[in-house]
């Protein structure tokens, strides 16, 4: 389950691009909570949100707001966050309130456990083509992470949404035949040997290459050949 973890901050002015510039000159982040009626602008402290994000469970940790200014104690979870391309710098961040007694979708990641046996003991190559799924459930019951052990999967297996096992309260709304992952047999490219005739053709084209007036011509133009 996830940790729920202090979110402190201030409300702010918002709407305003020079009072938000301001604000991530001095370490803080411009945010905004929203989802149960009212709307809140709030700053809050980008070195805060990096120890959220590290925790366990990241973007899906209930977070308890005391925001100054807000009379309100809410429950909130992050909902999305804009990065600078280049710098990696929180622009922006939205909370989204919720209940805690009603569902909510969101995205978890899928922990493999293990190396599949088709990779260590088969020389089979892993495809993974799902790292994380998407989720409905109450917001206490949302895990930080859903584990899949690996170690049996076998060369040509494949691991299906159909094959997580995972407890009753939690709702998967991906497709049941979707691919997870795959044990296959590595690529190999193959390399056609050079035939005598092609050979044959090469010693040819040198002889033309190298022939005594052609090589006096300063103005040779490439062969259309070829």
Do not use: C, W
Request: overall charge negative; glycine content about 8%.
């Amino acid at each position: 389950k996830m940790s729920e973890i202090i979110l402190t901050g201030k409300i702010r002015e918002p709407g305003r691009k020079g009072p938000a510039r301001k604000l991530r000159r001095n370490g803080l982040v411009p945010g905004i909570i929203y989802g149960r009626g009212d709307q809140v602008a709030v700053s809050v402290d980008s070195k805060q949100i990096i120890k959220i994000m590290d925790v366990k469970g990241g973007v899906n940790n209930i977070l308890n707001s005391k925001i100054d200014g807000d009379s309100k104690e809410r429950k909130v979870m992050i909902k999305d966050i804009s990065v600078h391309p280049m710098t990696d710098q929180i622009l922006h961040i939205d909370f989204i309130e919720i209940d805690s007694s009603k569902p909510i979708k969101t995205k978890v990641k899928l922990e493999f456990i293990g190396v599949p046996k088709g990779v260590k003991e088969q020389g089979g190559q892993l495809n993974v083509n799902i790292k994380a799924v998407r989720v409905e459930a109450l917001p206490g019951d949302v895990p930080s992470a859903i584990a899949l052990p690996v170690d049996d999967i076998e060369l040509g297996q494949v691991v299906r949404i159909s094959d997580l096992k995972v407890e009753d309260k939690l709702k998967i709304l991906e497709k049941p035949e979707a691919t997870i992952l795959s044990v296959s047999v590595p690529k190999v490219e193959e390399i056609e040997p050079e035939t005598e005739e092609a050979g044959e053709e090469l010693e040819d084209t040198k002889s033309e290459d190298t022939k005594p007036e052609d090589t006096k011509t300063p103005n040779n133009e490439p062969s259309s050949e070829g």
